[in-house]
C-alpha cells in the first residue's frame, strides 16, 4: 500500500538519526543530558493536579465533551484581559487539542493548492509542515540576526504578498527567542490588512518573558482583530504539555472555518482537562511569577557559563531556549553528532529550516545543576572545532 505523496513532502525528522546515536551511547552507558526537545519538566501547579485527581471520579466526566465548556472560554477571556489587556467576549476563544492540532488543522480549513503562506525560517516545524499537508504553498521568510530576527516584511515580493492568505508569527519563538515590538506587530496588521492576509500568531510561550519585559499579544494592536488570530496554549505556561490543551482567539469569523473543520474531526478535550485548565487560567498568577523567575534563573546560570568560556551566545529574551551560533564554517548537524560524544543532545538549527544552518538550539529544561554541566560540554564540543583544538574557545567561536 502506498501512502499519500503528501507524506513525502514531510521532512523525515533529523531527531530519528539523533536519536540512533544517542541510544548507541545510552547503552555504552554515557551519561546525556537532552537538550533537544521543549518538553516542560517541572510541574503544573499543584491546584491543576488536585482539580484533575477530583474530577475524574466524577460518573459525568467520561461523556464526549464536544467542544470547549463556557467555563474555560470564560476563563480565557479573564486571563485575556488579565495578563494582556486584551478585551474578549466567550465568542472569540476556540478551544483546541494543543496547539499543534489547532495549527495543523487551521491550514486545512483556510488553503487550497494556490494558496501561499509566508511562514518563518527557521520556525517551529508544524507550520511549515501544515500547508505541505494541506496541499499549499510555502514562503519562507528569512529571520536573521541582522534584523534582530524579525521578518523583513518589505523583503516579501509585491506578487506573493498578493497571493499569500495567511502569515505565521512566533513571539517568543522557537527556536529563535526573540520578542516582537510593538511598531512590528503594527507593521504586521497594516500588511495583513492591506493584503488581505490572515495573520497567525503563535504565542505559546507568552508566559516566558524576562527581564521585566511585558508579553504582547497581537490582539492588543489596534484593528488586529480584522486579520488576526491567536494561539494560546496551557502546554509552556502551566507546564501542561502532556494534557493537550490550547486556544485560538480572534473575532468569531476568523476562527469559525477552523471551529467547522474541528467538529467533523474530533469530541473536544477530556472534561477534567478543561475543568483545571479553567481553575488554572482564572488563579491568582503567583505561579507564573515564580514560573519565569525559574526558567530566568536557568538561562543567566547557562550562558554565565558560554559567556564565561568565550561563547557569546546571544542572551534569550524570552521562552524556553537558546538559539546559539556556531563558528561559521561548523555545521549544525555535524555539532549536534559530535555534541553527542560530549554527553549533550541538542538540536541542529537547519532542522527548522535553511536559515537555522549555523545555529544550534538548547532547551532550558533541566534543574541549573544539570544545566551547568551541559554548559560545560557544549564548551568542550566547541573546543573540538576550532582549528587549534588546544586554543581557548574565545578563538573559535564567533
Ligand atoms: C512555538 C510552538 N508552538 C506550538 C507548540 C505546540 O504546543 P501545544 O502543546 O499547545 O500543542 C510548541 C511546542 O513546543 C511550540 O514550541
Redesign the pocket.
Known amino acids: 500500500m502506498k501512502p499519500s505523496k503528501k507524506l513525502d513532502q514531510l521532512s523525515t525528522s533529523i531527531f530519528s538519526q539523533l536519536l540512533v546515536k544517542k541510544n548507541q551511547k545510552l547503552q555504552l552507558g554515557q551519561n546525556i543530558i537532552d537538550l533537544s526537545i521543549?518538553s516542560p519538566d517541572l510541574p503544573p501547579p499543584d491546584i491543576v493536579k488536585k482539580s484533575l485527581s477530583e474530577h475524574v471520579l466524577e460518573d459525568g466526566a467520561y461523556a464526549y465533551p464536544l467542544t470547549g465548556t463556557e467555563e474555560f472560554k470564560q476563563a480565557v477571556t479573564y486571563f485575556y484581559s488579565q495578563r494582556y489587556h486584551v478585551d474578549l467576549q466567550t465568542s472569540n476563544v476556540l478551544q483546541i487539542i494543543?496547539?499543534?492540532?489547532g495549527?495543523s488543522h487551521l491550514a486545512l480549513a483556510y488553503l487550497d493548492q494556490e494558496d501561499v503562506v509566508i511562514v518563518p525560517d527557521p520556525g517551529?516545524p508544524?507550520y511549515e509542515a501544515s500547508v505541505q499537508i494541506a496541499g499549499a504553498q510555502i514562503y519562507p521568510v528569512p529571520l536573521i540576526e541582522d534584523n534582530d530576527f524579525l521578518p523583513d516584511l518589505s523583503s516579501i515580493p509585491e506578487d506573493v504578498a498578493m497571493k499569500a492568505k495567511m502569515m505565521i508569527l512566533?513571539f517568543p519563538?522557537?527556536p529563535i527567542p526573540t520578542l516582537a515590538t510593538r511598531e512590528f506587530f503594527e507593521q504586521v496588521i497594516e500588511f495583513g490588512l492591506k493584503y488581505k492576509i490572515l495573520i497567525v500568531h503563535?504565542f505559546?510561550?507568552s508566559e516566558l518573558i524576562f527581564d521585566q519585559q511585558k508579553p504582547l499579544s497581537i490582539l492588543s494592536i489596534p484593528k488586529a482583530r480584522e486579520t488576526a488570530i491567536e494561539?494560546n496554549?496551557l502546554?509552556?505556561s502551566f507546564n501542561m504539555?502532556g494534557c493537550?490543551i490550547?486556544y485560538v482567539v480572534g473575532d468569531e469569523k476568523l476562527i469559525e472555518p477552523l471551529a467547522i473543520l474541528k467538529s467533523h474531526m474530533d469530541y473536544g478535550v477530556f472534561l477534567p482537562i478543561q475543568k483545571a485548565a479553567a481553575l488554572v487560567l482564572k488563579s491568582d498568577f503567583h505561579f507564573l511569577d515564580e514560573h519565569k523567575r525559574i526558567y530566568q534563573q536557568r538561562r543567566d546560570t547557562f550562558i554565565h557559563i558560554l559567556h564565561d568560556k568565550g561563547w557569546n551566545v546571544r542572551k534569550p529574551e524570552g521562552g524556553m531556549f537558546v538559539w546559539a551560533k556556531l563558528r561559521e564554517d561548523v555545521r549544525s548537524m555535524d555539532f549536534a553528532f559530535k555534541a553527542i560524544d560530549y554527553g549533550v543532545l541538542v538540536t541542529p538549527g537547519v532542522s527548522f529550516g535553511a536559515y537555522g544552518e549555523g545555529y544550534i538550539r538548547l532547551a532550558l529544561v533541566h534543574p541549573e545543576d544539570v544545566l551547568e554541566q551541559a554548559a560545560e560540554r557544549l564548551v568542550q564540543c566547541v573546543g573540538f572545532f576550532s582549528r587549534d583544538s588546544s586554543s581557548h574557545v574565545m578563538n573559535v567561536v564567533e
Open positions: 521543549g494543543g496547539s499543534q492540532e495549527l517551529y508544524i512566533n519563538g522557537n503563535d505559546a510561550y494561539f496554549s502546554s509552556k504539555a493537550r490550547a
